[in-house]
T-cell receptor, first 113, second 112 residues
C-alpha cells in the first residue's frame, strides 16, 4: 500500500516563482493536512481539509493556498515564494478529522533562494 | 490555545540505557495524546497514543501514560537500541479545532 505520496522529493526555487507541492493518498481518508517542519519549531499546520470540497487555515497559512477537488489529492501552492518558506513540507491524512491517527508522507524539501 | 512542551534535546544515551522524554500539555477539554517518531530522512509515524486519562499507550517497548493530574505524557523505554535514534514528537489532538498540535521534537542519539 502506497499510503501517502508527495512530489517532488526536493526542489530549489527562485524567490518570486510559484510552485505546487503535490500530495496523493490512496487510503480514502476524509481529512488531509499540510505541515511545515522547521528546526526548533516542530511541525506547524499550514492548511487542512476535513473532507473533499472544504479547506481551512491552520497556524501559518500566509503565502500558501490549497484545494481539495477530490478525496485523494491535496496540492499546496506557493504563489510567489519567499526565502522564509524554505522548509520541509509534510502532507498527512486521517480517516476522519478530530481525534484520529494521522499518516504522514515522506516530505518535500524546499529551498527558496 | 492548546500547546505541547517537550524537553529539548539532543538526548544522548548508550545502548541498553533507560529512556525518558518529558512531555507536558495545556489543553481545554480532554484531548487525545500521541507520540510520533521521525527516523532520518523520513516522515513522521505514529509510535503510540492514549485517548483518556490513565490510559497507557505502548509499542515497540516504548510506553507513555496519560496523566491528567500532572498534564503529562512522558515517553519511556527500559532499554534503548541504536535503531531507536530518531526525533520524537509529542502531540495532542485539539478537540476544539480537530487538529494535531505538536511539540518541537526531541532528538535521541543512541551509541553502541
Amino acid at each position: 500500500t502506497a499510503g501517502i505520496t508527495q512530489a517532488p522529493t526536493s526542489q530549489i526555487l527562485a524567490a518570486g516563482r510559484s510552485m505546487t507541492l503535490r500530495c496523493t493518498q490512496d487510503m480514502r481518508h476524509n481529512a488531509m493536512y499540510w505541515y511545515r517542519q522547521d528546526l526548533g519549531l516542530g511541525l506547524r499546520l499550514i492548511h487542512y481539509s476535513n473532507t473533499a470540497g472544504t479547506t481551512g487555515k491552520g497556524e501559518v497559512p500566509d503565502g500558501y493556498s490549497v484545494s481539495r477537488a477530490n478525496t485523494d489529492d491535496f496540492p499546496l501552492t506557493l504563489a510567489s515564494a519567499v526565502p522564509s518558506q524554505t522548509s520541509v513540507y509534510f502532507c498527512a491524512s486521517s480517516e476522519l478529522a478530530g481525534q484520529e491517527t494521522q499518516y504522514f508522507g515522506p516530505g518535500t524539501r524546499l529551498l527558496v533562494l | 490555545g492548546d500547546s505541547v512542551t517537550q524537553m529539548e534535546g539532543p538526548v544522548t544515551l548508550s545502548e541498553e540505557a533507560f529512556l525518558t522524554i518529558n512531555c507536558t500539555y495545556t489543553a481545554t477539554g480532554y484531548p487525545s495524546l500521541f507520540w510520533y517518531v521521525q527516523y532520518p530522512g523520513e516522515g513522521l509515524q505514529l509510535l503510540l497514543k492514549a485517548t483518556k486519562a490513565d490510559d497507557k499507550g505502548s509499542n515497540k517497548g516504548f510506553e507513555a501514560t496519560y496523566r491528567k493530574e500532572t498534564t503529562s505524557f512522558h515517553l519511556e523505554k527500559g532499554s534503548v537500541q541504536v535503531s531507536d535514534s530518531a526525533v520524537y514528537f509529542c502531540a495532542l489532538s485539539d478537540t476544539g479545532f480537530q487538529k494535531l498540535v505538536f511539540g518541537t521534537g526531541t532528538r535521541l542519539l543512541v551509541s553502541p
